[in-house]
């Protein structure tokens, strides 16, 4: 598959399991599904169906995009096992990017997720420009984020995956700022320190 550069785009960080390919920097598909409690289950089954669907197989992927969390600690975790032994199977790119910034396609995005507790996991990004790294923050501090970034525009993952395609074309610009990593041995989960 020479003429192709089928990337993968996979993040488990919540119970949504989203699945995006490119093709040359291009949105070709996507899935989003959820899976709750069940993504060990389904998940290998999932991407293998999913890249059947364009008559593709692990071996035809040129890259892998893969979200590291922060995040629900077996879904990350289940993603990344994946990742890791498709790398270890086949010398592959594998660009990890924070879960958070894997869905900021907005021009100025604040994304966030719950991190139970009123808390929120948090990150705000310009493009490919992080403003504030991934964090946890008391849900009452929301606000000097929403006074500091008043044009940002609020997404969850699970607001963000109703519109895969704008997912896939911010995944695709940022693609040409990540660094592959060079081990696949050191793609780990972002984990996030608890507030003291």
């Known amino acids: 598959m020479t003429t192709n550069s089928f990337v993968l785009v996979i993040d488990s960080s ?14 070709v598909d996507s899935l989003v599904e959820t899976l709750d409690r069940q ?24 890259a892998i995009v893969v979200g590291d ?12 096992t994946l990742v ?3 790398g ?13 910034h894997l869905f900021a396609f907005d021009l100025l995005s604040a994304v966030w997720m ?5 808390r929120m996991y ?8 992080v403003h504030v790294a991934p964090m946890i923050l008391e849900m009452r501090h929301k606000k000097m984020i929403v006074d500091t970034y008043p044009n940002a525009t609020w997404i969850t993952p699970a607001s963000a995956c109703q519109q895969p395609n704008l997912i896939l074309s911010h995944v695709a ?6 660094t592959p990593l060079k081990d696949v041995h050191l793609l780990n989960p972002r984990y996030l320190k608890d507030l003291t």
Do not use: C
């Not at 719950?114 to 009123?118: F, H, N, P, S, Y």
């Open 84 to 86: 890791k032994t498709l």
């Open 122 to 129: 948090l990150g705000v990004y310009e493009k490919a420009k």
């Open 39 to 62: 993504q060990s289950e389904w998940m290998v089954p999932k991407v293998i169906s999913f890249l059947l669907r364009h008559q593709l197989k692990m071996s035809d992927l040129q």
């Open 173 to 178: 610009s940022l693609i040409k700022s990540l």
């Open 88 to 100: 270890l199977l086949k010398p592959i790119n594998v660009y990890p990017i924070s879960s958070l």
């Open 114 to 118: 719950d991190a139970r507790g009123e």
């Open 14 to 27: 919540t119970p949504i399991l989203f699945l995006g390919l490119l093709n040359k920097g291009q949105p």
């Open 69 to 80: 969390g922060p995040g629900s600690f077996t879904g990350v975790r289940l993603s990344l």
